[in-house]
Structures are given as structure tokens and as C-alpha cells.
């Protein structure tokens, strides 16, 4: 019998340890909503593997934690990838239900809404549901956590609060118009930027507004939150950061808007300490000045940018709506990889170790990693 060499067994267990050293187990990343990877991505990616979903489309973004890939399907089909091979590890059907909104991982549970409205709690290893919720309409954004209890957010303008043990119903938050970004929890709050052109920050312990301001017109926009700042856009073309602090009183810091391209933000952005970056209806990416919201530079495509960007090291990931994956220099905005993949890009990426993880509404999920 053959002995091992220890030092071989030492790099083994090493470089199993920084396969599993990421995650991105909610929509944008982290509870923050920043959009912002680990790890950079390699300027010479390269296919890794493809896995397909026949005659459906994959619309939701990835959630990725401990090298499994976490999606759902538009017809209702829910999968568990693993990342390194691209194989199923498994599947499960659910009936009446389909899948446009990322779902989200904390500790061996699975959350995952359907467009129906229906909420679920999922085992990780097995896709086994333990309950059920019926949020009452569809659910378009991802899920997000306030210690041990789910956040949801509805068409019907209702952010639910339920226990993430047994899915029971502690309190709902109503609106008179459409919720479709995700909750994002700063200083004991939940904002959420609604469609009634109006900020909310509510209490998480009661389910009660705390306050509000009014930001120009509709969003559905997921606010990314850094050093107490919230940063998003709207359907009136207006980017805007709003200052979100413990006490009562949230106020414009900056706004920022295109004077030639007036059309709507759909897309969450991506921002770290130094710069903002998202896309818009227009057909445009911005990269701003995080402090100022001086741009620095514009991006034009021919296509409408409907996924959110993500940010990797010093370059940023854009997806089109006509199916281009560009690699983007966040310096001066240069490309410096892209890849046709045809269809059309809602799904936004996610991006752990290296490797870059979307889905195609042709029914195509992608994986992308440094050439070997």
C-alpha cells in the first residue's frame, strides 16, 4: 500500500477549504445588498459548464453557498448545481409555481417565492419542503433575514415578517402599491424603495413605519447600503443616494441623471467604497463617484440593461438583455472580455472563487471561470 505525502494532504485540505471559502447566499451578494464579490474574476474567463432547463427559462438570480448553486425555473422546477461540476445534485418540481425571484440560504435552509406567492422553506441537501406560505400575490424579489425571522416583499405592496422556523405569520407592512425590491435591514429597520415613490423604513421588531421620504417617483429597485447610505435608481431615470440614519431623519446626500437618457432603472447597483455602477432602460451602464455622484464614465449598448451589475475586484460584470456578458474596467470602463450567449440576461450574476454563475431566459445557466 502506497503512503501519501503529509505536505500533498496539507494542499489538498487547503484548497478544498478556499473552494467553499465564498458565498453569495442572497440576491445581491450579502445583507448589504452591494453587489460586490469576494474574489476578482480573471480577465480571461472561459466557458466551465453549461446545464439547461428544456423548453423553461432561468429569470432568477443564483444563490451559491458552500460550492452549490441554488436556482429556480420559470415552470416551477428548483435545482441545486454543484459548481464545480455542473451537475444536478437535485430537483425538485413544485406544481402551479414558477421562479423569477432569487431565493436565499441561512444555515441548512432554503427559502425560495414563486410568482404565485407562494413561500417555502427548503432543505439544502435534499430539496425536502418542511412548510409553506401564502404571501397572497406574486413575489418578483429575493427573500432577506432579520435574525431569526424572513422577509418578504409582494406585488400586493405587503412586506411579510415570518418565522423561519415554521413559516407562522408575525406581522405585515402594507403599502398602496407594488413591493418589488428585496428588504434590506440597516440600524433595526427594512427599507424598501416602493413603487408609491415613496423610501420606507420599518421597524423589524413591529412592523411599523418608522419613517418615510418621498424619492421622486416609482422603483422597484433593491437599495445597496454602504456607510449608512442607501443607493438606487427609478423608473424616472433618477439615480439618488439617501442617507439613512439610526434616528428618524433620512435626506437626499446626491442625485444623479442622465440628460440625454430619461429612461427608467430596473436594475440594482452595484457599489463598493469608491464607486457606484449600474445600468438602465436607456441601454447605457454608469459608473458614478460613490461620494459625489460625479460620473465617471457611460457605457452604451444596444440592448436594454435589466440584470443588476456586480462588482469583482477592479472590474464590474454587465449583462444585457439581448444575452452579451461583459467583463468592464472600472477604472475607465474598457471592456476587456465579454461572450455572446444569446437569449436574453434578467437574471443577474453571482460571483464566487473566481468563477462567475447566470442564468438565460433560454432555459441555459452558465458558469464561467479563469481559462485552466
Not at 418589488?180 to 413603487?195: F, K, M, W
Not at 423604513?201 to 421620504?213: H, P, Q
Not at 440592448?303 to 467583463?327: F, M, N, Q, Y
Request: aromatic fraction near 8%; hydrophobic fraction near 40%.
Amino acid at each position: 500500500m502506497s503512503k501519501t505525502c503529509p505536505h500533498f494532504i496539507l494542499l489538498l485540505l487547503l484548497l478544498i477549504g478556499d473552494i467553499c471559502a465564498e458565498d453569495w447566499p442572497v440576491v445581491r451578494g450579502n445583507e448589504a445588498a452591494t453587489g460586490v464579490a469576494a474574489s476578482p474574476l480573471a480577465d480571461d474567463l472561459e466557458l466551465s459548464w453549461k446545464y439547461t432547463s428544456e423548453d423553461s427559462a432561468f429569470e432568477a438570480t443564483p444563490v451559491i453557498v458552500a460550492g452549490v448553486v441554488y436556482i429556480g425555473d420559470a415552470d416551477g422546477t428548483f435545482y441545486a448545481v454543484d459548481l464545480a461540476s455542473g451537475e444536478a445534485k437535485w430537483t425538485q418540481k413544485f406544481e402551479d409555481a414558477g421562479f423569477v425571484a432569487a431565493a436565499a440560504v441561512n444555515g441548512d435552509a432554503l427559502f425560495v417565492c414563486d410568482y404565485n406567492g407562494m413561500v417555502r422553506r427548503l432543505s439544502i441537501t435534499s430539496g425536502e419542503q418542511a412548510w409553506e406560505f401564502d404571501a397572497e400575490t406574486e413575489v418578483y424579489a429575493g427573500p432577506s433575514f432579520s435574525g431569526e425571522n424572513v422577509l418578504i416583499t409582494t406585488e400586493g405592496g405587503v412586506l411579510f415578517c415570518v418565522k423561519a422556523a415554521d413559516g407562522k405569520e408575525i406581522w405585515r407592512f402594507t403599502i398602496e402599491a407594488p413591493l418589488r425590491c428585496s428588504p434590506i435591514v440597516v440600524n433595526g429597520r427594512a427599507l424598501l424603495a416602493g413603487c408609491d415613490g415613496k423610501l420606507h423604513a420599518v421597524d423589524v421588531s413591529t412592523g411599523k413605519e418608522v419613517t418615510s421620504l418621498a424619492i421622486d417617483g416609482p422603483t422597484g429597485s433593491t437599495p445597496a447600503i454602504v456607510e449608512g447610505v442607501a443607493y438606487f435608481g427609478g423608473e424616472s431615470g433618477l439615480f439618488q443616494a439617501i442617507d439613512v440614519p439610526a434616528d428618524d431623519d433620512m435626506k437626499l446626500v446626491w442625485k444623479y441623471k442622465d440628460p440625454r437618457r430619461g429612461q427608467g432603472i430596473r436594475s440594482a447597483a452595484a457599489v463598493n467604497n469608491d464607486v457606484v455602477i449600474y445600468g438602465s432602460q436607456g441601454k447605457a451602464v454608469y459608473c458614478l463617484t460613490r461620494a459625489s455622484g460625479e460620473r465617471k464614465w457611460q457605457l452604451t449598448d444596444r440592448a436594454r440593461i435589466e440584470s443588476s451589475p456586480v462588482i469583482a475586484g477592479d472590474r464590474a460584470v454587465v449583462a444585457t438583455a439581448s444575452g452579451k456578458l461583459l467583463l468592464v474596467n472600472i477604472a475607465d470602463g474598457e471592456k476587456v472580455w465579454d461572450y455572446d450567449a444569446g437569449g436574453g440576461f434578467q437574471s443577474s450574476p453571482a460571483v464566487v472563487d473566481g468563477h462567475l454563475v447566470i442564468g438565460n431566459d433560454d432555459g441555459t445557466l452558465y458558469c464561467f471561470g479563469p481559462k485552466k
